[in-house]
Nanobody
Framework: VQLQASGGGLVQPGGSLRLSCTASDRTFSSYSYSVAWFRQAPGMDRNFVAAMHRRGGRIAYADSVKGRFTISRDSARNMVYLQMNSLRPDDTAVYYC???????????????????WGQGTQVTVSS
């Protein structure tokens, strides 16, 4: 399955962006994949941001984005979103969507659990 992320851009501190991720087939519509967002800032490792288990039973967020970011799925459009509010300069990074059919609920935060990755979309928060 190929994933494609989009929606990045330049935004001022305190602003909002919505990232989108689509799959090459009906993966997100069928709820067969758990989905996640990770990000990588310049010179840093790629880190977990948010994830949703395929059965919808657990949603996880990194502490740094709790209360500001929301992950969601639109099965009709076969899309996964990351709504980002109250953006801060330290949110600047390349954001990647990821998906996997066999991710267990307790392992949503692990990069190695996901076999499909999008190409990344740049988010820059700056005045």
């Amino acid at each position: 399955v190929q994933l494609q992320a989009s929606g990045g851009g330049l935004v001022q501190p305190g602003g909002s962006l919505r990232l989108s991720c689509t799959a090459s087939d009906r993966t997100f519509s069928s709820y067969s994949y758990s989905v996640a967002w990770f990000r990588q800032a310049p010179g840093m490792d790629r880190n977990f941001v948010a994830a949703m288990h395929r059965r919808g039973g657990r949603i996880a967020y990194a502490d740094s984005v709790k209360g500001r970011f929301t992950i969601s799925r639109d099965s009709a459009r076969n899309m996964v979103y990351l709504q980002m509010n109250s953006l801060r300069p330290d949110d600047t990074a390349v954001y990647y969507c990821a998906g996997g059919p066999s991710v267990i609920s307790s392992n949503l935060e692990s990069q190695t659990a996901y076999g499909s990755w999008g190409q990344g979309t740049q988010v820059t928060v700056s005045s």
